[in-house]
């Protein structure tokens, strides 16, 4: 079955855009294309585009929001995710290419409501120095024949 994209309306592509422009530095590297999927279960998905979809749609990513959702956010909510939609993007200049980093606070709620993200934050620190000062993250040599 296929997807039920749409063009995405004037009023959230200026929301976006403005968040784009003015909180970014992506905006001279990187073209986005807004599409809209009202089926989808979540409020955004982001996707980079490959070389031969980039050429045809003169975007290097794509991103499907659900307006059905979007339209139900306050602004404050807008704001943050929007922000972050576009949280994983990174243009890497000296190799010219559109990097999609991943999340980089991967926990539990419930951990976080027990100690405050910033109690998880100091430990995550404390271990992963931790970590580097016993030598753990240095792969082991390779010996030779």
């Known amino acids: 079955m296929a997807k039920n994209?749409?063009?995405t309306s004037e009023d959230?592509?200026?929301y976006f855009n403005n968040i784009f422009d003015t909180r970014t530095s992506l905006g001279n590297f990187v073209n986005i294309k807004l599409i809209t999927d009202n089926e989808q279960k979540k409020l955004y998905e982001?996707?980079?585009a490959t070389p031969l979809v980039s050429f045809l749609i003169k975007s290097d990513v794509t991103v499907v929001v659900n307006e059905s959702i979007f339209d139900l956010l306050d602004d404050?909510?807008?704001e943050l995710l929007?922000?972050?939609i576009l949280a994983p993007l990174q243009?890497?200049?000296e190799k010219d290419v559109i990097k999609m980093n991943p999340p980089d606070v991967q926990t539990y709620t419930g951990i976080l409501n027990k100690?405050?993200?910033e109690t998880w934050k100091e430990t995550q620190e404390i271990m992963n120095a931790t970590i580097d000062q016993l030598g753990l993250n240095e792969k082991p040599k390779k010996e030779k024949k």
Do not use: A
């Open 5 to 7: 994209y749409n063009e």
């Open 91 to 93: 243009f890497d200049t």
């Open 82 to 84: 929007t922000e972050e």
């Open 46 to 48: 982001i996707k980079k």
């Open 12 to 14: 959230v592509k200026k």
């Open 76 to 78: 404050k909510q807008l």
């Open 115 to 117: 100690y405050s993200f």
